[in-house]
């Protein structure tokens, strides 16, 4: 570095009109060449240094840290008895009249089988009286006191024909073994995308009746995960991962029923697909007495209806 | 008065000399936070304050996401190698035996990470009460393994204390490497967005899902160090990866760990983001504030996920990386077709193109009835299944919604490996990450039978040839 600022400088202080556009673009080159610029950017020649951090590292805050107080989740003995939560979710207004989403007889790919029959909307089902169909209604987390999930080996079947899954909405048990099956003689593949699970996208053999495509949810999600079929673009359904027994789907009539719950005040998700956000509620707040039913109505506004 | 000549000469010396001495400030380089840890509230990206005092009597932190996915990676020019990822960080590993006097320890070192070294100049304390000290060791007696330590520690190591000694060299070099042949394309966090990404189709891949397509693992399993350290050296044809084939073994390892360590860090942070997306995004408070929650009331619960179930999640989380990555480079992982290869012949052939226009895999349906990658699947418009969004472009998309485009495969150019068995792997597990399932409940036989009929859609005379029966000579002999 010093035999170059020496030679700059001799060489500017000597010399005349053309030594100086000389000059000017030696002192360029040479000042981008052995500029002090070797750091920019944190390059090649930056030795990072490397610290060792221990594999339990932030295991130890989770054993002291105290259990949240969770009023929420039946605080109550559980000696007093279990109850039942049962109830329907109700649009209040008029429900948009949606369409078949393929009618029978339309161009619709594969149509032989797609198009057989009149595939209904499933993003919005309402009965007669205003019953929602497919709305989840869970505990976010087991409850103090609570059963365990039932242990069983038996599967939990999906199934689709006429290129519609079947059932739209599904509750799975963490655990358990989720067959896939197909009524139909045509390709179809099942994606899932979940957020705390592993995803699959896999092929299912046309009229598979006996779920050689199988996998299981490993852990309890936040909410229900969508399920396609890539071939056929509108094939869509909701599986919801739960770690506990106290989750249910409302029926046609948007009714749905979660029986032995622990005695007290217990939170509840209510979630649909077609709501803005998806959650109906977040924290449906509803206290069980030992013994009881207790009966809610859940009331959707059509104004918070988005359909996608 | 007028400047002369020698002077503005003499101006222009003395400020050239001042700036170069002065060169460019010092840069510290970072890594960047993903867009979907950007989307959540602040509180939840950088942690709050708990009410419950820890042991020093100050507030207690509940860590955010980007503390915790710090605390266990580091920064790019100062790297924390967490010890529960299996990563190759580099050093030997050994054991604290017997404690001595005047601060020496005797050290025994695992046979199976190199044995005793020769020379021992500082060593990492990782578990017991000094955990995370380093300290310098002044004399190292190799014969009676005993190294004299420099300093006194704050607590007194004890027999049984796991050490790692000359740690980390793996994992700088393969920075260092990273930086000068990777992170231009790939991007100093290994997002695919480095400088050149922009200008690049396909786009650079982007480590952070933790997933990489081209892999001879069935399509649960993660890729492997064997997958990595192909694509390195092979490079991707057909896009731009370029080949390492002239680097030598020990540095394709170190880039191979080097990645691997930057994809669990980004798969790491998305997973925490995702057990608190759902209910901390900005999108849903914004909706919950809307629906008449209260923003303290939130903040609230926040707080209280943050102290009780958030730990466990973070724990678990790590996990689970773990055991994946781990379980990536057994034997269990591969994909091993259960017949040899069908030998190709034109029937074999005629079977493929059979199975591949069948209803009941319908390969036509995205990759053309001619084998182009025009098939009807291309032109639809379709929706994010998860954000229910519609996409600009016509087309499936893949999990870094990009466009999808099926191979065309009259090219001759499989990204994979152009191996039958690669071939077999790619139909048998799919692509990870792009709309290509996984066909593993087929027999063996028939996906070799698609394997042989698509080697040889380039070479057809026409597209569809191979579904001609075989013509035979027209000449009749009189």
């Known amino acids: ?308 | 008065m007028s400047l002369t000549s020698r002077t503005v000469r003499g101006l222009t010396a003395a400020v050239s000399l001042l700036l170069w001495q002065s060169g460019c400030s010092d840069f510290e380089s970072s890594f960047v936070y993903s867009e979907r840890t950007q989307s959540l509230i602040t509180e939840a990206q950088n942690g709050m304050k708990s009410k419950s005092k820890d042991d020093s009597g100050d507030e207690a932190v509940m860590p955010g996401v980007k503390k915790l996915v710090d605390d266990r990676f580091g920064s790019p020019q100062h790297l924390n190698a967490w010890l529960k990822l299996p990563i190759d960080f580099g050093g030997t590993a050994g054991t604290i035996g017997e404690v001595g006097e005047n601060n020496t320890v005797v050290l025994a070192f695992d046979e199976a990470s190199g044995g005793s070294p020769k020379a021992v100049e500082m060593i990492q304390i990782l578990s017991g009460d000094c955990a995370g000290e380093v300290v310098s060791v002044s004399a190292w007696n190799a014969v009676t393994s005993t190294a004299t330590l420099t300093t006194a520690l704050k607590a007194a190591p004890k027999s049984g204390d796991s050490i790692v000694t000359g740690g980390g060299e793996v994992l700088k070099n393969g920075r260092s490497l990273y930086q000068r042949h990777c992170s231009h394309c790939h991007g100093t966090s290994g997002d695919g967005n480095g400088p050149t990404a922009q200008y690049l189709y396909p786009r650079p891949r982007d480590y952070r899902h933790g997933v990489f397509k081209f892999t001879t693992t069935n399509d649960q399993s993660k890729a492997s160090r064997e997958d990595l350290a192909r694509i390195l050296k092979q490079g991707i044809a057909g896009t731009y990866m370029p080949s390492f084939l002239l680097l030598p073994d020990s540095e394709i390892h170190s880039l191979v760990e080097y990645v691997r360590f930057l994809a669990m860090r980004g798969e790491f942070e998305r997973r925490l983001v995702n057990e608190l997306a759902s209910d901390y995004s900005q999108t849903a408070v914004t909706g919950r504030i809307k629906g008449g929650e209260k923003r303290a009331d939130i903040l609230k619960d926040l707080s209280e996920f943050l102290a009780s179930d958030f730990p466990d999640s973070v724990t678990t989380t790590g996990d689970e990386l773990a055991e994946a990555w781990t379980a990536a480079d057994t034997e269990d992982a591969k994909v091993i077709p259960s017949v040899a290869r069908v030998p190709d012949s034109p029937e074999s052939r005629r079977r493929g193109r059979e199975l591949y226009l069948s209803k009941a895999l319908n390969c036509a349906d995205c990759h053309g009835i001619y084998g182009q990658g025009n098939g009807p699947q291309t032109t639809i418009f379709e929706k994010n299944p998860v954000t229910n969004e519609l996409y600009p472009e016509p087309g499936l998309h893949d999990v870094w919604d990009n466009v999808n485009q099926p191979r065309n495969l009259t090219y001759g150019i499989y990204r994979g490996g152009r191996r039958p068995v690669d071939l077999f792997g790619r139909i048998h597990a799919g692509i990870k990450g792009s709309r290509m399932p996984s066909f593993k409940n087929q027999p063996h036989e028939d996906i070799w039978h698609i394997v042989n009929y698509v080697l040889s859609i380039p070479f057809e005379v026409e597209p569809g040839a191979a579904a001609k029966p075989a013509q035979t000579a027209a000449v009749t002999v009189p």
């Not at chain 1, 010399?15 to 052995?34: E, K």
């Not at chain 1, 899932?192 to 699959?200: F, V």
Request: charged share 20%; glycine share 10%; aromatic share 6%.
């Open chain 1, 1 to 308: 570095m010093r035999d170059n600022g020496a030679v700059l400088f001799h060489v500017l202080t000597v010399g005349d009109a053309m030594n100086f556009r000389f000059t000017s673009i030696l002192t360029a080159v040479l000042f981008l060449g052995t500029s002090g610029c070797g750091q920019y950017g944190g390059g090649a020649s930056v030795v990072p240094e490397v610290s060792f951090v221990p594999a339990e590292l932030g295991a130890a805050n989770a054993a002291a840290s105290p259990e949240a107080a969770d009023s929420e989740s039946g605080a109550e003995a559980s000696a007093s008895g279990p109850g039942t939560v049962s109830g329907r979710v109700v649009l209040k207004d008029a429900a948009p009249a949606l369409p078949m989403l393929i009618k029978a007889g339309a161009d619709v790919k594969d149509k032989e089988v797609c198009a057989a029959v009149d595939i209904p909307d499933e993003r919005l089902v309402v009965s007669g009286d205003g019953g929602v169909a497919n709305v989840f209604v869970y505990l976010a987390k087991a409850p103090k006191g609570g059963k365990p999930a039932e242990k069983t080996d038996e599967a939990v079947l999906f199934d689709q024909k006429n290129c519609r899954f079947l059932p739209h909405a599904l509750i799975v048990p963490t655990g358990r073994t989720v067959k896939i099956l197909s009524d139909d003689p045509i390709a179809h593949n099942t994606h899932t995308y979940p957020q705390k699970n592993d995803s699959i996208n896999s092929g299912v053999a046309p009229g598979d009746r006996e779920g050689i495509l199988n996998f299981s949810y490993r852990r309890a999600e936040a909410a229900p995960l969508a399920v396609s079929c890539d071939y056929h673009g509108w094939m869509k359904a909701w599986h919801l991962p739960v770690d506990h027994p106290y989750a249910a789907v409302t029926d046609e009539n948007g009714k749905f029923s979660i029986p032995d719950l622990p005695a007290g005040t217990h939170a509840f998700v209510v979630w649909h697909e077609s709501v803005q956000g998806n959650f109906v509620e977040r924290k449906l707040s509803v206290t069980v007495k030992s013994g009881e039913t207790t009966d809610v109505t859940i009331d959707l506004p059509a104004s918070k209806l988005a359909l996608k």
